[in-house]
């Protein structure tokens, strides 16, 4: 059931402050669409829980940086190392990490914001933007490498007779280059749309209320064409190349195996970090719309929370796609594989070695006049 927003004509429009409902301030109602001669009371509106994103996200930021910058750097430090080895795909891997290494850079100037006493962002509207940017081509550019790295996939297992000679490294660093154009075009716009609020004390994801309305209209496009088409053919590609795997008798099973491990890998990363947050992230840009219209709904804190939560989650893409390096680049994982069998052969020697002391160290202890060996 919805609710308009208590409105009261008797009140001098002066003594009325203007509400600004900023991004973490989502279900205040604002006066501005209201006629001039009135102010605007919101103890109708349902309360929203503010302090729950400065509990969240802190934790998070803080553990994505850890893992993500010390997974992504291994990864790229194979990469590099074995740059004359690097096929087509791996190109993509590379790319995949830049674009979350970038991203991982900007997570301290966020903690420092969050940890701040009284949480202000310190550091400019110039550069709130900039970190907002690199959020920007960090989630749409991971979409766009694991989807090309799905297409290549698909054409080399459904079609490795049409496409012989054609998936070149060449191929993959021009679609590389194609790809952070695109995705940098879609993320430009999202810097000109104001990100700090309060004397520039605060810097938001979105944007303040005098803009929600096209900012949510930008924001339907970009989940469009930055997620939902990239989606939709990383879906094709891979249900197409299991129905080929699981049809055909001759085809190698390691290559199944790793087929299958990369296809739950992008599922985990679609559905938990993907999904949720494009979705929870236009629902509460429109409770924004409805609430600036003057309507309130019991949602509205639901859908807050949610969508805090989702961000956490998004983060954790940086973090979990060097899980694709292991079930894409066969020199990496071929290394891994024999760095945890050298690990477990030298575990054994010493749990062996271990076992034959103890028998000589219980017939010490059983010996009179001797000291005690603890």
């Not at 002066?14 to 991004?23: G, I, P, W």
């Not at 509990?55 to 790229?76: H, Q, T, W």
């Not at 701040?116 to 400019?124: L, M, S, T, V």
Request: with cysteine.
């Amino acid at each position: 059931m919805n609710k308009k927003c208590d409105t009261s004509t008797d009140v001098n429009r002066k003594s009325a402050q203007m509400l600004q409902c900023t991004d973490f301030e989502t279900t205040c109602c604002t006066d501005e669409t209201m006629e001039a001669n009135t102010t605007v009371n919101i103890s109708s509106c349902p309360s929203v829980n503010f302090t729950f994103t400065d509990r969240f996200l802190p934790p998070v930021y803080i553990l994505v940086f850890i893992v993500g910058l010390l997974a992504n750097m291994c990864g790229l430090k194979f990469l590099l190392k074995n740059w004359k080895k690097v096929g087509p795909v791996n190109v993509f891997l590379f790319n995949l990490g830049l674009a979350d290494i970038l991203y991982l850079l900007t997570l301290p100037f966020l903690m420092v914001s969050y940890l701040h006493k009284e949480r202000k962002w310190i550091f400019g509207d110039a550069f709130c933007k900039i970190t907002r940017f690199c959020f920007g081509i960090n989630l749409y550019g991971s979409i766009g490498f694991l989807t090309c790295i799905s297409v290549f996939r698909y054409l080399s297992i459904v079609h490795p007779m049409r496409v012989r000679g054609r998936l070149t490294s060449t191929r993959s660093v021009v679609i590389s280059l194609i790809v952070w154009l695109l995705v940098c075009a879609q993320s430009l716009p999202d810097m000109f749309f104001p990100k700090t609020y309060d004397k520039k004390a605060k810097c938001f994801d979105t944007t303040s209320d005098d803009y929600i309305e096209d900012y949510l209209k930008y924001s339907v496009g970009w989940t469009i064409t930055g997620f939902c088409l990239p989606f939709l053919v990383t879906v094709g590609c891979y249900a197409h190349v299991i129905v080929t795997l699981c049809r055909s008798s001759s085809t190698d099973r390691l290559l199944k195996q790793r087929s299958y491990k990369l296809l739950l890998v992008l599922l985990l990363l679609f559905s938990v970090c993907y999904i949720p947050y494009h979705v929870l992230r236009n629902l509460n840009l429109w409770s924004r719309v409805l609430t600036r219209r003057g309507q309130c709904y019991g949602w509205f804190n639901t859908v807050y929370v949610s969508k805090q939560v989702s961000r956490g989650l998004v983060c954790l893409n940086s973090a979990l796609n060097p899980l694709v390096y292991l079930h894409v680049s066969e020199g990496l994982s071929s290394q891994l594989r024999t760095l945890l069998s050298r690990t477990q052969k030298q575990s054994g020697r010493q749990s062996a070695s271990c076992a034959t002391r103890k028998p000589e160290l219980a017939q010490t202890q059983l010996l009179p006049g001797l000291v005690m060996v603890s």
